[in-house]
C-alpha cells in the first residue's frame, strides 16, 4: 500500500517546513478529532486497512469511559508541519503509554508506545518516538515497547507480511513502510505474533481427528456452546480460563475485573453465540474458546462513521447478513486440567469443535490469532490440526538512554 500522494512530501518539502509536536488533551474535541482521523488521510481506499469507528476510538481514549486507564497512564501526540504561509497540515501521530499492571507483574521497566501512523519520513517518525520515549523517561520507564494500542491486550505489533488481506476484528494492520520506520528509529524485534488461517474446505489432518474425537467421546468432557440467557457469568468464567491459562506467557496482563464487564457489554452487540464455546471436565470449567465474527468486514465501507445511516448497516451486516470470516481470539485449557490425561486432547477438541461449528454457521474462513512465536505447545495444536500460518507481526523495544 502507498501513502496518499497529497502527503508523499518531499525532502525538500519537508526540509522547507518546520516540524513540531503538540500534545492531544482527550477533552480537546477538535485535536482528538484530528488524532482519530489522521490515519484516513494516509491509506488508500482501496487499501485492505479498516477504518475505527470514530465513536468508538472516543470511548477507547476517554478516560471516565475507558478501564484501562484505571491502571494505567497514556499521552497522546500529533506531529504538525507548517509551511512559510503557516498553513498546518497533520503528518503523525503516536501514543505512550504506561500499564501499572504490566510494571506490577513484570517489573521490567517497560512502558509502551501506540497509535502510531505517520506519512513516509523518517524524520517524522523520530520525532514521534522520541517525543514518546521523552514522556516515558520522564515516568522512570528504561524501555520503550510496542506498538500497543494501549497494552497488550488490544491490537499488537507491526504487520510485516499479507497486506492484501482485510484485518480481522482487534487486530493490527498498517502499511508496509512502517517496519523500515520502526527499526530505521533504532527498535529490535523481540517477538513475533503468528496468525493461523483455517478455511472451511480444509480437512482435519486424520491423526488430530483421532485425538479430538477420542477427548470429545470422553464422558468425562463436555464442549457446549455459551448460555446467552448468562452471558455475563458465561464470559467471565471464559476470561478467568484465560486469565489463568496465559498467565505463564510473555508479555501477560490479567484483564481486571471492570475491563471483564466492559469486555460483555462489547462482545454482546456483535458475538455469534453458536461460536463461542466452553469445554467442561468433570462439570468443571476446563477451557474456553471466544470466537467473534470479523465485523471488520460490515464496517469497512463505512470509514469510520456510524451516522446518519451507519448503524443500519452495522446491525444489518452483524445480524442478519453476517461476515463471512471470523476469528477465534482466544484459546485456553486451564493449567488444573493441562496435567490429567485429557489435557491435550481437550485443546484439540475445542479446535475440532469451533472448525466444524463455524463450518455449519455458514463462516468460510477463520483465523486464530495471534500466538507467540516461542509457544510451542499451542503451535504444535494448531498445525496439528492443519492450520496454515499466513501473517506475522513483529513487536518491538527500545532502550531508553
Given amino acids: 500500500m502507498t501513502t496518499n500522494a497529497a502527503l508523499a512530501l518531499s525532502s525538500a518539502e519537508v526540509d522547507a517546513a518546520t516540524l513540531s509536536i503538540v500534545e492531544v488533551a482527550?477533552?480537546?474535541?477538535?485535536?482528538?478529532?484530528?488524532f482519530i482521523a489522521f490515519p484516513r488521510t494516509i491509506y488508500p481506499k482501496d487499501s485492505a486497512w479498516v477504518s475505527p469507528l470514530d465513536l468508538e476510538r472516543q470511548m477507547a481514549f476517554d478516560r471516565k469511559k475507558n478501564p484501562f486507564f484505571q491502571h494505567a497512564d497514556a499521552a497522546f501526540f500529533l506531529c504538525v508541519r507548517k509551511d512559510a504561509q503557516g498553513n498546518e497540515t497533520i503528518v503523525g501521530r503516536i501514543s505512550a503509554q504506561i500499564d501499572h499492571e504490566h510494571t506490577r507483574i513484570h517489573n521490567d521497566g517497560a512502558g509502551f508506545y501506540g497509535n502510531f501512523d505517520a506519512i513516509d519520513d523518517a524524520r517524522v517518525a523520530k520525532i514521534?518516538?522520541?517525543?514518546?520515549?521523552?514522556?516515558?523517561?520522564?515516568?522512570?520507564?528504561k524501555i520503550m515497547r510496542g506498538p500497543y494500542t494501549m497494552n497488550i491486550n488490544e491490537e499488537c505489533g507491526v504487520q510485516v507480511d499479507a497486506y492484501d488481506e482485510i484485518p480481522m476484528f482487534l487486530t493490527a494492520y498498517n502499511i508496509p513502510y512502517y517496519k523500515t520506520l520502526v527499526e530505521g528509529a533504532g527498535f529490535h524485534k523481540v517477538k513475533e505474533l503468528y496468525s493461523w488461517r483455517y478455511r472451511k474446505e480444509y480437512v482435519v489432518p486424520e491423526s488430530?481427528?483421532?485425538?479430538?474425537?477420542r477427548a470429545r467421546s470422553?464422558?468425562?468432557?463436555?464442549v457446549r456452546p455459551i448460555d446467552m440467557k448468562n452471558f455475563e457469568v458465561e464470559l467471565r468464567t471464559g476470561l478467568g480460563i484465560f486469565n489463568a491459562a496465559w498467565k505463564d506467557n510473555w508479555g501477560f496482563v490479567p484483564l481486571t475485573e471492570p475491563e471483564m464487564k466492559k469486555a460483555a457489554e462489547d462482545l454482546k452487540l456483535i458475538i455469534d453465540p453458536r461460536i463461542i464455546l466452553i469445554a467442561e471436565y468433570e462439570g468443571k470449567p476446563a477451557g474456553m474458546a471466544l470466537t467473534v465474527p470479523n465485523i471488520n468486514e460490515v464496517i469497512r465501507p463505512l470509514r469510520g462513521k456510524m451516522f446518519p445511516f451507519g448503524w443500519v448497516s452495522l446491525l444489518w451486516n452483524t445480524k442478519v447478513k453476517r461476515p463471512k470470516r471470523c476469528r477465534l481470539t482466544l484459546l485456553g485449557v486451564h493449567p488444573d486440567f493441562r496435567g490429567i490425561r485429557a489435557g491435550g486432547g481437550l485443546a484439540i477438541a475445542l479446535c475440532q469443535e469451533v472448525f466444524e461449528r463455524c463450518v455449519a454457521a455458514g463462516y468460510e474462513e477463520a483465523e486464530l490469532s495471534w500466538t507467540l512465536d516461542d509457544n510451542v505447545g499451542i503451535n504444535n495444536v494448531i498445525k496439528a490440526m492443519g492450520g496454515q500460518l499466513y501473517k506475522t507481526h513483529y513487536v518491538y523495544d527500545r532502550a531508553i538512554a
Fill in 208 to 213: 488430530a481427528k483421532r485425538i479430538g474425537d
Fill in 26 to 34: 482527550t477533552t480537546d474535541k477538535k485535536r482528538l478529532k484530528q
Fill in 128 to 141: 514521534l518516538f522520541d517525543t514518546a520515549e521523552a514522556w516515558l523517561k520522564a515516568k522512570g520507564m
Fill in 218 to 222: 470422553n464422558p468425562k468432557i463436555k
